[in-house]
């Protein structure tokens, strides 16, 4: 099975930052990465799809990039709104595995 | 627009059985496949099972294997999970979730609101 191994497993920032979460798969996935973020108590959202495609409905300033085994997602400017709970999964093959999450504070 | 909606949840005695069900609307059912993702409390996100389109293909976690079975009703635009044998370790909220894909996976476009399942003596 394909691990991912996901970093930070939380993370505390201010308003207006620039965020970053990376993702390492246990082998090579290509582009097979999609990203989610989920609030409490609700179900999880697709933002991001292949690595670096934005979900339609999705604010421009989530971004993702990486191929092969190492991805990252960016939140160019913080906003409250985003605080949440952000993971990656792979869909290389089955069983499709996700990452740990990364938990996003406002500082 | 896509809904999904989960039902069938509640509190179960370990080694019993329980069936959840995910009624799907507002988008062609017979042209996605359908997926299955726990998450135990506090926990991270876990993926169970997926259905092909046709229910021709299934797919499950080694944690459920032989145990669980996904199914779908495409009459009834509904798929199924039948969780046998159940553990202390399966008690978790269940989504099911759209795969953006008729017979591959893919990207969960859609997810329904979960179910809780308390697998408890």
């Known amino acids: 099975d394909i691990q991912m191994t996901q970093s930070p497993s939380s993370l505390s920032a201010s308003v207006g930052d620039r965020v970053t979460i990376t993702c390492q798969a246990s082998?090579?996935?290509?582009?097979?990465l999609n990203w989610y973020q989920q609030k409490p108590g609700k179900a999880p959202k697709l933002l991001i799809y292949e690595a670096s495609k934005l979900e339609s409905g999705v604010p421009s300033r989530f971004s993702g990039s990486g191929s092969g085994t190492d991805f990252t997602f960016t939140i160019s400017s913080l906003q409250p709104a985003d605080i949440a709970t952000y993971y990656c999964q792979h869909y290389d093959n089955v069983p499709i595995t996700f990452g740990q999450g990364t938990r996003l504070e406002i500082k | 627009q896509v809904h999904l909606v989960e039902s069938g949840g509640g509190v179960v005695q370990p080694g019993t059985s329980l069936r959840l069900s995910c009624a799907a609307s507002?988008?062609?059912?017979?042209?996605?496949?359908i997926h299955w993702v726990r998450q135990a409390p506090g926990k991270g996100l876990e993926w169970v099972a997926v259905i092909w389109y046709d229910g021709s293909n299934k797919y499950y976690a080694d944690s459920v294997k032989g145990r669980f079975t996904i199914s779908r009703d495409n009459s009834k635009n509904t798929v199924y999970l039948q969780m046998n044998s159940l553990r202390a370790e399966d008690t978790a909220v269940y989504y099911c979730a759209r795969d953006n894909l008729a017979a591959a996976v893919s990207n969960f476009d859609y997810w329904g609101q979960g179910t809780l399942v308390t697998v408890s003596s």
């Open positions: 507002g988008f062609t059912f017979t042209s996605y496949a």
């Open positions: 082998q090579d996935i290509s582009i097979y």
